[in-house]
């Protein structure tokens, strides 16, 4: 499943987050747009296999980088990952949080 | 502000010990008490770092609880939470109180008790200080260790085996410290075959999970021979945040708290990074040891592992780094680690390590909160 989503990006300086923020981090204006989230590319991951709890193992996370400066960091949806390889963004099953199941955004190749 | 000196130390041997965190801490502090000889004199104020002791040990107020175990009334008591840079951030606490001549002598105690509880509970603790979103997506610091020497590996062509050498030269300096957790001499063969942690990081390439406490005795220079033939001067000390989310930051390879941090406590001391003759580290993971020395301008970016294989960062090395043992081999009881760092330094300078000493008047310590998230920078000088 593919998740359409949006980030917000400054106007002044062009910072991209998909957290709010009050103020812009870097030049402290306060006038954000949204954007749609398009596609991306994976910069690094890891295979975690100490997990916290509610999490299970291994775990694959990745950091990808997305058009317009957009990072985001977030458990992959497949167990081949590359440095470099293009992805969008999915939805899935996540871990178990005091016994409920929370889903949430991943990655997945494009 | 008034010059600030540190007068006195204690630390307590760190790893899985049986007492209560407030034992400990008191243990750190009567030892603080003793070498600054305050042990009857009266205190204005009283920093407690510590991150967690409601969840590890089921208990609030840590800092009241030490202060009348320390009999330090009517001294202000406060606990300082900073996740992993409480410590640091309770040295800072009493910096300012002293520098500002708010109070004459302080204590600064950091401590922290984790073994209560088991490995994975300890991790989710310690994962609850990122961001809900990477929180909720399974992520923890040893991930963000993980996806860190991946890139960095990636990005300066950098070898698994350069990045081994970090725990086994920390292991060796453990081994030479009898307060450290971890003693044992290591190889990197031993660190690469390993369990995988955090991949490409594994089980020895990480700080185990320790209790212990350290504890100062911060006051005015001017007054410091009163307490001790051997003050050591705080001339620069800086502070600084990053994003919360590690996946704002402007560059994943940068911890620019740490270089914030770092650039304001030189400025304060007068000092550049090439001065710097020792510095603890707040090397979590081996990856951080390196972007860390990095980011606090001892080495170009990129060149952190070079100088590590070159042997710089040695006991014998230009730049001793983590002689100690650092997180990796000392321990790391999160709320004890600021505080213990500066201890390091402050016994370097004053020539009482033993056979882990090296050569050096002025020395750094750089605490981390998080994964960068915050960043306490300190620099010392002997003062006599």
Request: hydrophobic fraction near 40%; include cysteine; charge should be negative.
């Amino acid at each position: 499943m593919t998740a359409r989503l949006s980030a917000r990006r400054c106007e002044s300086c062009g910072f991209a987050a998909m957290l709010e923020h009050l103020r812009c981090p870097r030049c402290k204006r306060e006038v954000f747009k949204e954007f749609s989230i398009s596609t991306g590319e994976l910069v690094t991951y890891t295979v975690l296999t100490a997990v916290a709890e509610g999490c299970e193992k291994p775990l694959y996370l990745g950091f990808a980088e997305f058009e317009g400066k957009l990072s985001i960091s977030a458990q992959l949806a497949f167990t081949d990952p590359a440095v470099g390889m293009k992805v969008k963004l999915g939805w899935g099953v996540l871990r178990k949080k005091k016994g409920e199941t929370v889903e949430g955004l991943k990655l997945e190749p494009l | 502000m008034r010059k600030t000196a540190i007068v006195g130390c204690g630390m307590t041997k760190f790893g899985r010990r049986t007492e209560g965190l407030i034992d400990l801490m008191t243990e750190a502090c009567h030892q603080a008490l003793r070498d600054s000889n305050t042990l009857h004199e009266d205190f204005q104020a009283l920093f407690v770092g510590n991150m967690a002791c409601n969840e590890f040990e089921g208990i609030q107020g840590p800092a009241n609880a030490l202060c009348s175990r320390l009999g330090l009334e009517p001294a202000f008591a406060s606990r300082l939470e900073n996740t992993t840079a409480s410590g640091a951030s309770a040295a800072l606490a009493g910096w300012l109180a002293v520098a500002s001549g708010t109070c004459n002598l302080a204590l600064v105690a950091g401590g922290e008790r984790m073994t209560t509880v088991p490995t994975q509970s300890a991790t989710d603790i310690i994962a609850r200080m990122l961001p809900p979103h990477e929180y909720t997506q399974g992520f923890t610091l040893p991930s963000m260790a993980g996806l860190l020497a991946r890139r960095y590996m990636l990005t300066y062509n950098a070898s698994r085996e350069a990045l081994a050498q970090v725990a086994v030269k920390n292991h060796h300096n453990a081994s030479l410290n009898p307060d450290a957790h971890l003693q044992n001499l290591i190889t990197v063969e031993d660190v690469l075959k390993s369990p995988s942690i955090a991949d490409p990081l594994r089980l020895y390439d990480f700080c185990p999970i320790s209790d212990g406490a350290a504890a100062i005795v911060l006051a005015p220079l001017e007054e410091a021979a009163k307490f001790t033939d051997a003050p050591v001067l705080i001339s620069g000390i800086g502070a600084a945040n990053d994003t919360h989310a590690v996946q704002e930051r402007k560059d994943f390879l940068t911890l620019e708290a740490v270089r914030v941090a770092s650039d304001a406590a030189y400025r304060m001391a007068g000092r550049e990074p090439r001065e710097i003759d020792v510095a603890e580290t707040h090397d979590m993971a081996t990856i951080l040891e390196i972007v860390e020395s990095e980011d606090l301008g001892f080495f170009e970016k990129g060149e952190g592992l070079n100088a590590e294989e070159a042997g710089t960062t040695a006991l014998k090395g230009e730049l001793p780094l983590n002689t100690s043992g650092g997180l990796k081999a000392r321990g790391h009881p999160l709320g004890a680690t600021g505080v213990a760092q500066i201890v390091e330094v402050v016994h370097q300078l004053q020539r009482r390590c033993g056979r882990r000493q090296v050569e050096a008047d002025v020395g750094l310590a750089c605490n981390m909160a998080g994964f960068g998230h915050s960043a306490i920078v300190s620099i010392m000088e002997r003062a006599s």
